[in-house]
């Protein structure tokens, strides 16, 4: 690991913040809480994750290049956001654990790392690959979604979560992974199946995403038939 060039404290430590999603198509329900979330948590960085979808889940409309570009789009000039295209380098799906794996293997074992869900996705993480281990590698940082309950499925569940739930975000740089931060993010009721159907439907969405984004669609005719 280079030794960090920074010229401000050289104890600051910094916590990457990485957001992994379909993105078909990214949106204002990504961005604006994400963005919210890195003035409350004091992020200056947060890398954007596009990911493949295991076959025998429904397939994005939009080409793994198409969705990359729309995230590249959507956060082209903004100087928070950066984004990893490793999962969708690859054409198998990649298991959100080994990329943390790999990520924290890159990082070394000092640095804070997070891991960006919404409230949805916090409800069903116990289906994911060895979901137990996924604080080993990152903190966990949940933003709330409109329509999505808090309380977790079972009282196991529940208990791990309140074990590890931190209510001061400073501690996210205090560690580099283990910790879970319920952000208080503001509230979007968007989602990308709406905006595909609205598209369906010939509606409009410029309120709903970039108008970057929104212009690629339209040019490349996605989310019409
Ligand atoms: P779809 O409708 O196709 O399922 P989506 O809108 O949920 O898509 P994803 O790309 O699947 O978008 O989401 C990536 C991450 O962003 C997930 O962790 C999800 O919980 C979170 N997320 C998506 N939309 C919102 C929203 N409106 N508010 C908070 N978090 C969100």
Not at 29 to 42: C, Y
Not at 97 to 103: N, P
Not at 141 to 168: C, F, I, K, S
Request: glycine content about 4%.
């Amino acid at each position: 690991m280079p030794l960090s060039t920074s010229h401000s404290s050289p104890r600051q430590a910094r916590l990457l913040a990485f957001f992994g999603g379909t993105f078909d198509p990214i949106h204002y329900g990504h961005l604006k809480p994400v963005t919210s979330l890195a003035e409350q948590a004091g992020l200056d960085q947060v890398i954007l994750l596009p990911n493949n979808v295991p076959p025998h889940r429904p397939q994005p409309e939009a080409s793994s290049l198409q969705r990359l570009h729309m995230v590249e789009l959507a956060v082209e000039g903004n100087p928070l956001f950066t984004v990893d295209s490793r999962e969708l380098d690859v054409d198998t799906p990649s298991y959100t654990l080994e990329t943390l794996a790999t990520l924290r293997k890159e990082h070394g074992d000092d640095c804070p790392l997070a891991f960006i869900i919404g409230q949805d996705s916090l409800l069903t993480l116990h289906k994911w690959h060895r979901w137990e281990s996924l604080l080993d590698f990152c903190h966990l940082v949940v933003m709330a979604r409109p329509g999505y309950q808090e309380q977790l499925d079972t009282p196991v569940l529940q208990n791990w979560y309140e074990t590890h739930r931190v209510t001061d975000a400073e501690k996210l740089k205090q560690k580099p992974a283990g910790f879970i931060y319920q952000a208080n993010t503001p509230l979007l009721d968007i989602s990308a199946t709406e905006i595909r159907e609205r598209r369906h439907a010939g509606l409009d969405c410029s309120d709903l995403l970039p108008s970057a984004v929104e212009r690629y669609i339209e040019s490349q005719g996605l989310y019409r038939e």
